[in-house]
Structures are given as structure tokens and as C-alpha cells.
């Protein structure tokens, strides 16, 4: 008997461990943190003035894809989000556009809309949001199909959007309203606001934040990193002659937007990450015995670019503020769930060409194309030689949408017509590629920017003639900068993974955002998105 007991006793002892570390073999928590509009390179230019603690500890201890890239077009923040999360581009996961032309419709469709759903929280006209429009699962639906709904989601974002679509269609979402200045949510999701989001609410942070002067973090003639701070490049807010430090938020707000206006500041990135960390205590967060998920989207970064760029003290400014946000983000995870049990990756949604207008004046190749000039003159030969009429239903997004019905009538040939018309576009200053529709659905592009078109072309919903600009060119004004292309200053950006199982270190092999979703699946062991076309990260995923 005594033997027995000494047998079963080490086996205990054997086994134990091993049944206890297969039960503790998953983190706590996973954060996915999505930059709006970050280029891999911030992480450098701005990193002698980085904390040890914020992006240079993701950086150090974490792994990074150093060569991380946007693998279709077009480079927009509702296609990013979905695309990280999915695991697959446009083609598959149908968000194809920030909003995109819907012929049945003959208007355009916004990428979070839903009007069979209502405003809960918030005002009436930020309600009708819900992750419909997404057509594949995310690794967050995933993740909760998975545990039998055991694990919770959460996506937290100024933008609806950047929230929606990373929490899937099983998840919880909230969002800003900028016309209540408070977090709100749908129908979709819940019948009222949960008793955390009241509470947040009612302590106006958006109030706290607009109070404030925004001035730089440090004094202004050491951020050596951007270019002067008065300049004809960047756009000014209404009210300010300048586009210059100091900006008196209080003064400001009046003039543009109210309670909107902090989604230009980085303080919008304080806000939401305040809402945040409220989102991980009142849901309880990596509190139970399943791997919960925060999908956290800083929408500021890309207001402040678009009306800045990329070489502004503002956009230096805000991510020297963003880091420090981002070390308050490890230090509260690193006292609420422990060091190396949770797991973090941090991304950008697209990142950003320069202002064209400072390039041309520092002899760079590029410029501004004018779109009306082309529209005006593209109707004008389509009707001097097949007669007058609605020819082009829709131009967005750099796609043309043509009036099927009237081609039908005219008995004209489609693919024919289409290559007409991109071979005349070929003409205009700034326009380097047109591809047809057609072409997009019959044909297989193995490389280049046609490639990333049809990783972009989704055959129900996309245009009939696609446009490719010159590298440098855009088609906004004189001042301020957009992203949108398949080159390389709007697709590649970061991919750092921190924490749980992620080994230090870098890698300059290239790789994809659409690799994130099947990074998770294999170190969570769940199954991928259904949707999804990456690949897992190997230097991550396999143990050495």
C-alpha cells in the first residue's frame, strides 16, 4: 500500500506540472494596438527622444518585421482595420473602401453602416454602425468561437470604424461622438450602455483634455526631426492664421468642431486610451479563466497627418506624447495581469506620402492631379464619340463606375469601352497605370502594383477602370497630404509583437499585415479566419 501511494504520489508530482502549465499556456489578455496612420520609420526618426518604456521597449524586447507591408490597394483606414484582423485583403473580406459606390444603391455605402441598427449612447446620427458590411471572420470572432463565447471582446477607437471592424461581428465596440463628446455604442451590440461606459462618460475627460494648450512636450527648437514649424505646406485649423505652436484648444474648439476637435490633438490618444484601461477594469478584462481581446485603435495620429504631414513638429509632437501613452498602457498591464502574460501587437492601419507640394519645391518628382480637369475632359471624349449621356456613374476611390444600363443600350462592347477609356487617361500628368475591370476579373497579376489592385478588387462591389498615380502624387490642394497607393510610403508599416511567447527580436524579411490574424491563430492555437490569406510569422510562431 505504501509503495501504491509513493507510485501515485510521483506521479502526481510528473504529471502535475505539465497539467498545470497546459492550463496556464495562454495569456490573459491580447491587445491589438492599430496606430492610425504610422509609418515604420517614426519608430526610428523619433526615437532618441522615446522613453525605455514605451516604443523602444516593444522594440527591444518584442519582435519586429522590420520590413512589414500593406499587400494591396488601396491604403485606407476601414480596409486596414479589416485586413489585420481578418487575415485577408479586400478581394476576400469586401471592405474595399472607407465607403465605396453601390449601383443598386447609386450612392455610396460607408464601410461600418448599418441602418437597421440605432444609436446607443451618443447622438442618432453616429448609430448606424456594425461590422455587416466585413463579409469574413476576424481573429477576434475566432477567438471567442473558440472558447464557446467565453472570451470577451472589446474595440475602442475615436473612429467608429477603427473599433467596429477589429472587434468582428462577435465583439463589443464603442466609439466617440463628436457631437455629444462621449463613447457610444449600437444596437448591435447592446440595448443600453453599460454602467462603466455611463461612468466614464459623465466624468467629460473630452472637457479635461480640451482645456488644455497644446504646446510641444519639449521646447521647440530641439524637435530636429521635422521641418520648420511655420510653413506654406501644412493646413491650419479654422480660426488660427498659422499652422504654428502654441494651440489654445479652448479658443480652437469654438471654431472647429466642438467636442471633434480632440481627434486632432494627441490628446484623442490620452482620451482613448483612458477609455481603454476603463473598458479592461468594467469589463473585468483578463480577469477570468479565457484569453480576453482589447482592439485598440489611436485614430489621432491620422487627423494630425493629413492636415500636417509627415515631416511637421505636430506629427513629431504627437509621437513623442503617443509613447508615453503607450508606456502607460505596459505599466498598467505589467501591475494588472504580470509581466509575460499577456500579449500585445502593434500595427498601422496605412501609413502616408509626403505633402506633394513640399516635395515639388524641394525638386522632387510629384504634384497634384487635377481631377477635374481629367473628369471634365474623359466625359468630353466618351461624348464627342459615342454620343451624349451619364457615362460615369461614380469616381471614387480612384475607380471610375460606368453606366452599365447605357452600355447596354448602346450595344457597345464592355471590355472595349473600358480600354478605351484607360488608354485616354493615360495622358494626364500624374496618372501612371490604368487597369479595367475586366482585366481585374479574367486575368492573374503574379507582381507589381496590378498585384496589389486585385488583392484590392473585390468582383461585386469594386469600378470598371482603376487609376494608379505616380509615385508623389496626389489628388488633394496645396497644403496637408493623403495616403491611399501601393507604394512604399503607404504600406510599410509596423509589425511588433510583445509579450507572452514572442521572443526578442527583428527580422527585414517581408512580410504582410494580412500575416497578424494567422500569427495569432497558430500561437492561440484557434482556427484562422475564414477568410484569411496570410501567412504566420515563423520567427515567432516556432520555437527555437
Not at 508530482?13 to 515604420?40: F, N, W
Not at 514649424?229 to 474648439?253: H, M
Not at 500569427?519 to 516556432?542: H, R, V, Y
Request: contains cysteine; proline residues 4%.
Amino acid at each position: 500500500m505504501k509503495k501504491l501511494s509513493i507510485v501515485f504520489l510521483l506521479f502526481i508530482l510528473a504529471t502535475g506540472p505539465i497539467l498545470a502549465q497546459s492550463e496556464a499556456d495562454k495569456p490573459k489578455l491580447i491587445v491589438g494596438i492599430v496606430v492610425d496612420q504610422m509609418r515604420q520609420e517614426y519608430l526610428y526618426r523619433f526615437a532618441d527622444r522615446y522613453s525605455d518604456g514605451g516604443f523602444k521597449r516593444l522594440m527591444n524586447d518584442g519582435f519586429m518585421m522590420k520590413n512589414g507591408h500593406y499587400n494591396y490597394i488601396p491604403t485606407y483606414t476601414g480596409p486596414g482595420h479589416a485586413s489585420v484582423y481578418t487575415g485577408t485583403t479586400p478581394a476576400t473580406h469586401g471592405i474595399i473602401g472607407n465607403d465605396w459606390y453601390v449601383e443598386s444603391l447609386d450612392r455610396m455605402l460607408y464601410c461600418a453602416e448599418d441602418t437597421a441598427v440605432t444609436n446607443v449612447g451618443g447622438s442618432k446620427d453616429n448609430g448606424f454602425i456594425s461590422p455587416r458590411n466585413l463579409l469574413t471572420t476576424t481573429i477576434t470572432d475566432e477567438l471567442r468561437i473558440a472558447s464557446q463565447k467565453r472570451s470577451k471582446v472589446v474595440g475602442v477607437a475615436i473612429k467608429d470604424r477603427g473599433a467596429s471592424l477589429p472587434a468582428g461581428h462577435m465583439g463589443d465596440a464603442y466609439w466617440f461622438d463628436a457631437n455629444t463628446g462621449e463613447f457610444m455604442t449600437s444596437s448591435y451590440y447592446h440595448e443600453k450602455l453599460p454602467n462603466w461606459v455611463d461612468k466614464f462618460n459623465k466624468q467629460k475627460v473630452v472637457d479635461k483634455y480640451l482645456s488644455q494648450t497644446w504646446n510641444t512636450l519639449y521646447p521647440i527648437n530641439t524637435y530636429t526631426a521635422s521641418m520648420e514649424d511655420d510653413n506654406p505646406f501644412e493646413g491650419k485649423f479654422s480660426g488660427k492664421d498659422s499652422p504654428t505652436f502654441p494651440y489654445d484648444l479652448a479658443e480652437l474648439r469654438k471654431t472647429n468642431g466642438e467636442f471633434g476637435m480632440i481627434a486632432s490633438t494627441p490628446f484623442g490618444n490620452s482620451m482613448t486610451l483612458d477609455f481603454a484601461l476603463a473598458a479592461l477594469e468594467g469589463e473585468k478584462l483578463g480577469m477570468g479563466e479565457e484569453t480576453d481581446f482589447l482592439a485598440l485603435s489611436f485614430s489621432s495620429p491620422d487627423y494630425i497627418g493629413h492636415r500636417f504631414g509627415p515631416q511637421s513638429k505636430e506629427v513629431e509632437d504627437n509621437y513623442l506624447r503617443l509613447d508615453k501613452e503607450i508606456e502607460r498602457l505596459l505599466n498598467y498591464l505589467d501591475k494588472t495581469y504580470g509581466k509575460d502574460q499577456y500579449l500585445v501587437f502593434l500595427s498601422a492601419d496605412h501609413a502616408v506620402a509626403e505633402i506633394a507640394t513640399h516635395m515639388v519645391s524641394q525638386n522632387v518628382p510629384g504634384g497634384n492631379v487635377r481631377t477635374g480637369v481629367v473628369n471634365t475632359e474623359l466625359l468630353n471624349f466618351i461624348s464627342s464619340k459615342y454620343g451624349e449621356g451619364d457615362w460615369i456613374k461614380n469616381s471614387s476611390n480612384g475607380q471610375l463606375f460606368l453606366n452599365q444600363e447605357l452600355i447596354l443600350e448602346k450595344k457597345m462592347n464592355q471590355e472595349d469601352f473600358e480600354n478605351e477609356i484607360a488608354q485616354f487617361l493615360l495622358k494626364f500628368d500624374g496618372i501612371k497605370e490604368v487597369y479595367t475591370g475586366t482585366a481585374m476579373r479574367t486575368k492573374a497579376f503574379p507582381y507589381g502594383r496590378a498585384k496589389l489592385l486585385q488583392m484590392g478588387y473585390n468582383h461585386k462591389a469594386s469600378g470598371d477602370i482603376l487609376i494608379i498615380l505616380e509615385p508623389g502624387w496626389l489628388t488633394g490642394g496645396a497644403t496637408g497630404t493623403s495616403h491611399g497607393t501601393g507604394f512604399t510610403y503607404d504600406t510599410n508599416v509596423p509589425i511588433l509583437f510583445y509579450g507572452w511567447h514572442v521572443p526578442a527580436g527583428e527580422s527585414s524579411r517581408y512580410a504582410t499585415i494580412t500575416d497578424i490574424a494567422p500569427t495569432l491563430s497558430m500561437m492561440l492555437d484557434i482556427k484562422l479566419p475564414n477568410g484569411a490569406t496570410g501567412q504566420p510569422i515563423l520567427e515567432i510562431t516556432d520555437k527555437k
